[in-house]
């Protein structure tokens, strides 16, 4: 296994990140799925990748990795055969203190002979690296990430205002025409024509405004997201 490999998962938008390091460790421990439980992402701690053997349907839980935990976590690593994806498998079971809140790399394998002990360092040096710049990323990007979206919340409901005080003002006005005796239907009708046209100009104008504000591109939305 290159530890090269670990440039071209870190350099990964956060949610490639679990395919790339599963593609990185595939040829010197080949599995077929890999899942994580971490503590370092408040939005998705447990992510899957990949096609884990048992019935069909049936998916990797949250209840079967937190059970290879303190193994894992006892020696840094543990390799046997445990109950994952509904089937009872082979796997490795990574844990990573590079960070206080740890982080549990679980891949379910496809041979049942121990990994080997240079494998194994390396992959442990991997899983070290990716735990730590995430941890690094949530720290340092959420703060800024958050201003944005509050700076976005404030603009958008600022907006709404606007768009509640135009439609009181046009339906008033268009009341306020409809109300008149001293018009007849003609002029009543056409200046109510006259103020609803304007009102519809206006509130498509102020719309095309509030999605300004609060619409961004896909990649931009999940640049920072955490994402499986």
Known sequence: MDLTAAVDVIRAPL????????????????????AELSGNCPHSPFKTHGHPSGDPGATITTTELAALSPAARA??????????????????????????????????????????????????????????????????????????????????????????????????ALLGVLRRRDLDDPTARARAVDFAVTALAELRARTDRDQALVEEPAGDAFAWSCAA
Request: hydrophobic letters at 55%.
């Open 15 to 34: 949610g490639d990140i679990l395919p790339r390091l599963s593609a990185a460790l595939f040829d010197a421990i080949p599995h077929r799925a890999v």
């Open 75 to 172: 020696e840094g690593s543990w390799q046997g055969r445990a109950r994952i994806g509904g089937a009872d498998v082979p796997v490795l079971a990574l844990y990573s203190d590079a960070t206080a809140r740890g982080a549990l790399l679980v891949l379910v394998r496809t041979e049942e002979a121990p990994v080997p002990a240079a494998a194994l360092a390396t992959a442990r040096v991997l899983w070290d690296l990716v735990t730590a710049h995430r941890d690094r990323m949530a720290t340092e990007a959420v703060p800024g990430v958050l201003a944005q979206s509050r700076a976005a919340a404030a603009a958008r409901a600022t907006a709404i205002a606007e768009l509640v005080d135009a439609h009181g003002t046009a339906l008033s």
